[in-house]
Protein backbone atom coordinates (compact mmCIF):
# COMPACT_ATOMS: atom_id res chain seq x y z
CA UNK A 1 0.00 0.00 0.00
CA UNK A 2 2.71 1.98 0.64
CA UNK A 3 4.02 1.47 -2.50
CA UNK A 4 1.43 2.59 -4.47
CA UNK A 5 1.08 5.79 -2.64
CA UNK A 6 4.43 6.75 -2.96
CA UNK A 7 4.34 6.18 -6.53
CA UNK A 8 1.13 8.12 -7.03
CA UNK A 9 2.78 10.83 -5.41
CA UNK A 10 5.87 10.60 -7.26
CA UNK A 11 3.59 10.86 -10.61
CA UNK A 12 2.13 13.83 -9.59
CA UNK A 13 5.57 15.48 -8.33
CA UNK A 14 6.71 14.79 -11.65
CA UNK A 15 3.90 16.17 -14.15
CA UNK A 16 3.70 18.90 -11.80
CA UNK A 17 7.24 19.53 -11.94
CA UNK A 18 7.23 19.20 -16.40
CA UNK A 19 4.56 21.20 -16.46
CA UNK A 20 5.71 24.35 -14.33
CA UNK A 21 9.43 24.09 -16.52
CA UNK A 22 6.95 24.09 -19.86
CA UNK A 23 5.34 27.41 -18.57
CA UNK A 24 8.64 29.17 -17.38
CA UNK A 25 10.23 28.40 -20.65
CA UNK A 26 7.06 29.71 -22.33
CA UNK A 27 6.63 26.88 -24.50
CA UNK A 28 3.22 24.85 -25.41
CA UNK A 29 1.57 23.24 -22.64
CA UNK A 30 2.23 19.62 -24.26
CA UNK A 31 -1.54 18.73 -22.26
CA UNK A 32 -3.08 21.44 -24.38
CA UNK A 33 -5.41 24.31 -23.04
CA UNK A 34 -6.67 22.69 -19.89
CA UNK A 35 -10.00 22.88 -21.34
CA UNK A 36 -9.86 19.45 -22.45
CA UNK A 37 -10.18 20.12 -26.04
CA UNK A 38 -6.70 20.72 -26.85
CA UNK A 39 -5.18 24.38 -28.03
CA UNK A 40 -6.19 26.89 -31.15
CA UNK A 41 -3.96 27.48 -33.59
CA UNK A 42 -3.83 31.13 -35.27
CA UNK A 43 -2.81 29.78 -39.06
CA UNK A 44 -2.13 33.09 -41.22
CA UNK A 45 -2.22 32.35 -45.32
CA UNK A 46 1.02 35.06 -45.51
CA UNK A 47 2.19 36.86 -43.11
CA UNK A 48 3.92 39.56 -44.73
CA UNK A 49 2.54 41.85 -47.58
CA UNK A 50 4.69 44.47 -50.17
CA UNK A 51 3.39 47.37 -50.81
CA UNK A 52 5.55 48.68 -53.12
CA UNK A 53 5.94 52.04 -54.14
CA UNK A 54 3.13 54.39 -53.86
CA UNK A 55 3.28 58.39 -52.94
CA UNK A 56 3.54 60.62 -49.86
CA UNK A 57 -0.71 61.23 -48.69
CA UNK A 58 -2.14 57.47 -49.77
CA UNK A 59 -3.70 54.91 -47.39
CA UNK A 60 -2.33 51.43 -47.83
CA UNK A 61 -5.21 49.18 -47.34
CA UNK A 62 -4.26 45.24 -46.50
CA UNK A 63 -6.48 41.90 -45.59
CA UNK A 64 -4.44 39.25 -43.60
CA UNK A 65 -6.62 36.27 -43.56
CA UNK A 66 -6.18 33.58 -40.83
CA UNK A 67 -7.37 30.04 -40.03
CA UNK A 68 -8.02 28.41 -36.74
CA UNK A 69 -6.16 25.19 -37.32
CA UNK A 70 -6.53 24.02 -33.79
CA UNK A 71 -8.75 21.63 -31.64
CA UNK A 72 -10.09 24.97 -29.42
CA UNK A 73 -11.85 28.22 -29.93
CA UNK A 74 -9.79 30.67 -30.58
CA UNK A 75 -9.85 34.21 -29.87
CA UNK A 76 -8.06 37.44 -31.25
CA UNK A 77 -7.15 39.47 -27.30
CA UNK A 78 -5.11 41.87 -28.67
CA UNK A 79 -3.30 43.48 -32.04
CA UNK A 80 -0.96 46.06 -31.23
CA UNK A 81 0.52 48.38 -34.44
CA UNK A 82 3.44 49.91 -34.18
CA UNK A 83 2.27 54.04 -34.33
CA UNK A 84 -0.86 56.20 -34.70
CA UNK A 85 0.02 56.04 -38.72
CA UNK A 86 -0.90 51.75 -38.60
CA UNK A 87 -4.43 50.31 -37.26
CA UNK A 88 -5.90 47.44 -37.46
CA UNK A 89 -9.59 46.44 -37.68
CA UNK A 90 -10.51 42.48 -36.88
CA UNK A 91 -13.62 40.67 -35.16
CA UNK A 92 -11.72 39.40 -31.63
CA UNK A 93 -13.57 35.98 -31.84
CA UNK A 94 -14.34 33.24 -30.89
CA UNK A 95 -13.33 30.93 -34.21
CA UNK A 96 -13.95 27.52 -33.88
CA UNK A 97 -11.70 24.65 -35.25
CA UNK A 98 -11.74 25.51 -39.08
CA UNK A 99 -12.99 28.83 -38.81
CA UNK A 100 -11.44 31.80 -40.62
CA UNK A 101 -11.09 35.02 -40.07
CA UNK A 102 -9.14 38.67 -41.41
CA UNK A 103 -7.35 41.53 -40.04
CA UNK A 104 -7.63 44.61 -42.09
CA UNK A 105 -4.12 46.93 -41.47
CA UNK A 106 -4.55 50.35 -42.74
CA UNK A 107 -0.99 52.00 -43.15
CA UNK A 108 -1.22 56.28 -43.83
CA UNK A 109 1.72 57.15 -45.56
CA UNK A 110 1.18 61.30 -44.41
CA UNK A 111 4.72 62.85 -43.68
CA UNK A 112 6.26 59.54 -44.56
CA UNK A 113 8.66 58.98 -46.69
CA UNK A 114 11.86 55.88 -47.59
CA UNK A 115 11.76 52.41 -47.03
CA UNK A 116 8.72 51.46 -44.44
CA UNK A 117 8.69 48.49 -42.07
CA UNK A 118 5.31 48.22 -39.94
CA UNK A 119 5.17 44.93 -37.64
CA UNK A 120 1.76 44.13 -36.25
CA UNK A 121 1.48 42.31 -33.32
CA UNK A 122 -1.25 39.81 -32.97
CA UNK A 123 -1.86 38.20 -29.64
CA UNK A 124 -4.02 34.99 -29.31
CA UNK A 125 -5.41 32.42 -26.75
CA UNK A 126 -3.43 29.99 -29.12
CA UNK A 127 -0.85 27.28 -28.40
CA UNK A 128 1.83 30.78 -29.38
CA UNK A 129 0.50 33.50 -28.14
CA UNK A 130 2.51 35.99 -30.39
CA UNK A 131 1.85 35.74 -34.19
CA UNK A 132 3.76 39.02 -36.26
CA UNK A 133 2.32 39.85 -39.47
CA UNK A 134 4.29 42.86 -41.96
CA UNK A 135 3.74 45.14 -43.99
CA UNK A 136 6.53 46.74 -46.28
CA UNK A 137 7.41 49.00 -49.04
CA UNK A 138 8.37 52.35 -50.19
CA UNK A 139 7.26 55.82 -49.51
CA UNK A 140 8.12 58.47 -52.05
CA UNK A 141 8.11 62.00 -51.18
CA UNK A 142 5.66 64.59 -52.68
CA UNK A 143 8.74 66.91 -54.06
CA UNK A 144 5.86 69.93 -53.45
CA UNK A 145 5.75 69.60 -50.15
CA UNK A 146 9.31 69.07 -49.31
CA UNK A 147 10.33 71.87 -51.58
CA UNK A 148 11.74 74.76 -50.13
CA UNK A 149 10.61 77.16 -52.98
CA UNK A 150 7.29 75.85 -53.50
CA UNK A 151 4.36 77.62 -53.88
CA UNK A 152 0.62 76.72 -51.46
CA UNK A 153 -2.17 76.07 -52.99
CA UNK A 154 -4.37 78.84 -54.42
CA UNK A 155 -1.63 81.43 -54.15
CA UNK A 156 -0.31 83.05 -57.07
CA UNK A 157 3.45 83.49 -57.95
Not at 69 to 90: F, H, Q
Not at 113 to 139: A, H, P, Y
Request: proline fraction near 6%.
Amino acid sequence: MKIISFSYLLFLLLTFSTYSIWAQIGQQNPWGSGTGGGDPVLEFDKKEFDFGIVPEGDTVRQMYSFRNTGTADLEILKVKTPCSCTTANWKPGPYKMGQSGNIEVVFTTHDKSGVQLKEIVVETNGSKRIEIIRLTGQVTANPAKHSKDSIPDGTKP
